[in-house]
């Protein structure tokens, strides 16, 4: 019985010592997959990226996911998941139409131009980045014509691939997107089309120094650097 009590000790012990390794997750929108990846590279830091539609990982955390640091591309999923945390505004993004064929686009002629094509977006019953395009469309007298046509994606980097993989003639991304898959912008949305795009953090273990460390380093000139190449810009 002690022998067992012994071995069941050290077992326990040794999964404590795992679990107080463990690299602290960091929940990021999905366009913010390669950005997140290369600061943690350049940081230095030992993290975990977990990418997907902001929707979805804030249902994940809701649910109990094990998140340090949720970075959502909608405020409202952020606050909805804050709990005790502040929300921390970090940097922003732009709404651009992008196609598969190298074309400019006069936006009022998108209906007659798509035909019976397709038109990527995140759900924009759910998504943020879907959610933005819907409102810029609306803002445009144009999603009732084009409503038909979309070709919803689960995250707005699946909706740039639907583009670059001709399974959709255009899409409306962010320009971050556009930039990480090397495709052509159609037209840019104007500002006032559409909700402010601001990305923000909830930061559930601000004790942890990797934790400060990623969050400091997109604060820095060197972050600053890093989201101007990946298509983002400074918060105002």
Known sequence: MKR??????????????????ASPKIFVASSLIDFAEQVAAEAEVDVTIVAGGSSVLARQIEAGAPADLFISANQQWADNVAMDQLLMPLFANEL???SYQKDVVAIDALPQLLGRERLAMAD?????????AKAALEHLALWAALSPHIAAAQNVRGAARFVQSGAAAFGVVYASDAKALDLHIAYRFSADTHPPIRYWAVNYAPDNADIATFLAFIQSDEGHRLLAEFGFQPSE
């Open 4 to 21: 067992f009590l012994a071995a069941f000790m050290m077992v326990m012990l040794g999964l404590g010592a795992l679990c107080a390794q």
């Open 96 to 98: 651009v139409l992008v």
């Open 124 to 132: 924009p019953n759910h998504v943020p980045a879907g959610i933005y």
